[in-house]
């Protein structure tokens, strides 16, 4: 691990004691063992490497933080000083866990399994059963809860030093994106512009924000399919919009933007109408709806004054959710800025907070020349959400 | 996925029925969601790739294999050709998982969860949840039964296909330590046997067998610590013994292997008579593991056999068990050949079956030299233990 990797495992875990005094709970336990067959998704925020043998990395209000671990496994996580105390068993982990709950006699253990939200449900079914056997004979196992509140909540609100690296991964990818500008013209395939993306990441030692087969999406005029398909060989023409979906993963954090050209015919001596509107139309409901991001804001509202303003503006409602919280993944954390559709359940609930990272996003299907995706990366601020990209402000005209 | 992949699934999800006949299990369903997230490492043996929304693959012991899953990953699963009918949704999986399951009435449903083995307990305890409310108002709660036994099996007995690719990884790492053999000399250090070594990998475009950065251990001389330990940068000196235990991973699969050196000093003619002792001894306990290495045989008297051996030969019982299934990964399923101490638990326990495949090693510490360590990859037959790799039957002297 790199000491800014490090850095970071140490912040969260401080963070997360704060965390737990805010919501009330005195004990968060995260439990798991081999973890290279089944990894805890928690472990990238407090941890950073695999674990072998069954371990308990547990978590106090009162600021303590104990791991217990097998003994091969003491030495790495005694180097990352993100826990006070190492405790390395050779035997068997019950004696040393109980005796650990039993000194802090917590109220509540958060343990990290959640029915709505997949990156806070780590926890397997059999080490819960373990769980519950190791503590039968205590008060216990009615005091489990669910870690997921507190567990959004670290996902979510970003320290200076992760806030610093999705900077840097939105910054590297509109380098990419601004050398693969030239590259679009007449004649070029979708399948083209992929594999020039795909160079780049392999050449700067990047990975993909998202599935590999489907970052970049590429959309190339008005025959492509929209959204997360892969590319199939169109070919750019004269009078086409073409969009591009992509994002980096550098050094653990990610970015995700959409930019979008349009390719003139020889005969333009103007873009059409048409297609200025639909610009004109997506920045004007992109910047209603970062206007309502802001902490305090509930996710369906700030989706709700995005999906209004493109409303009013003349076009159809976008069929997907205006913003996602971007981090470890393209997709990190509970609050999603979406609709009160059922497919989003209660994600869109959730309280937009300072310290979260958005990536934020709409588009626009222009009939006969093809798709105006805007997306944008943005951190919220006490005041609202500023960019870390570089916004689009005009299409790019080839 | 390849070709090669594609069909190795669709034999395994066979392999997978004739399982639960011989099991007496009516019905396996595996019950994931957001797999970049948390993956249920079964996934890789009857899936091979990522899902999204909530999904249930369910496999019958009439033969009946049926996937159900978000609209989006449909022509994923269908171009699998694994399932006889795969089953999208848009808004709920609950419908279509109630219907199925009531038409095949199970007396039993498997679900992925193991209280001992990590590689079957990939059902999260918030997807048990959702399950567990799913069938509320049916009989089969009370009917969720473990799938570990049935994994266990469908891990471990590889197919032809499956021997085929591990037999194939294993001679790519033969052909990569003959050509680090010219290589070992006395004054390199046990850094530069590894970075030649990974950049072998890198060149090949393999993956390492187990953690990158323990992958290989190289042991130089009679200073070095014997185990997982990382290079420190020993250097070889003449009268030095080598030990490197290295594997490779290639199209999904694995391999493990040990090979020593001795490093003669310029005035011996002859190697050490305790070198020779050593070497001779290992060759007789190995030989008597692979023995005893045959279908019916449980680990611990597999085990027992090399031990007893190698005790036989005036030298100390070693420290780990005699072998473990290798395949997708280097600890790939239940059985271990391993004593029966209590860290074993019951994988010592399980029964040898013909389509496994095993590394075996053991080794021996000859003082001021350094340690012997044997390590070869077999496969069982219907008659016992077959070598894999061309075993290592000379010490290789430089």
Known sequence: ????????????????????????IDLWITFVRET?????PVLDLILGFDLTWTSALLIHRSGARVAIVGRYDV???????????????????????????????PRQIAVNYSDSDPAA???????????????????????????EALIAALRGRKTASEIQLIKNAVERTEEILAQLSPYIRPGVADTEVADFLHNSLTKNGYGASWDWDYCPVVTVG?????????????????????????????????????????????????IPTAIRQGWDATTVALEAGRAALKP????????????????????PEYMHAFGHHIGRTAHDGATVLGPRWERYGSSVEGVVETGNVFAIELGVVVPGHGYIGREENVVITATGAEYLSHPQEQLWIV
Chains 1, 2 share one sequence.
């Open 1 to 24: 691990m790199t000491f800014e990797a490090t850095a970071i495992i140490r912040e969260k875990t401080e963070q997360a004691v704060e965390i737990l005094k805010e919501k009330d």
């Open 36 to 40: 290279s067959q089944v990894k805890d």
């Open 75 to 105: 030495p790495n996580v005694e180097r990352l000083g993100a826990y006070d105390r190492v405790i390395g068993y050779d035997a068997a982990f019950q004696q040393p866990l109980l005796a650990e709950i039993e000194a802090l006699r």
């Open 121 to 147: 449900d780590g926890l397997t079914y059999g080490m819960f059963r373990v769980l519950s056997r190791t503590l039968a004979a205590t008060p216990y196992p009615d005091r489990l809860v669910s870690a």
């Open 222 to 270: 008005p025959d492509a399919a929209v959204g997360h398909a892969m590319p199939s060989g169109l070919r750019i023409k004269p009078g086409n919009l073409v969009q591009v979906d992509f994002g980096i993963s550098h050094y653990g954090f990610v970015s995700d933007l959409q930019r979008t050209w349009y390719v003139r015919s020889p005969v333009e001596a103007t």
């Open 296 to 315: 305090g804001a509930r996710g369906w509202e700030v989706d709700a004054a995005a999906r209004r303003a493109l409303v009013e503006e003349g076009y």
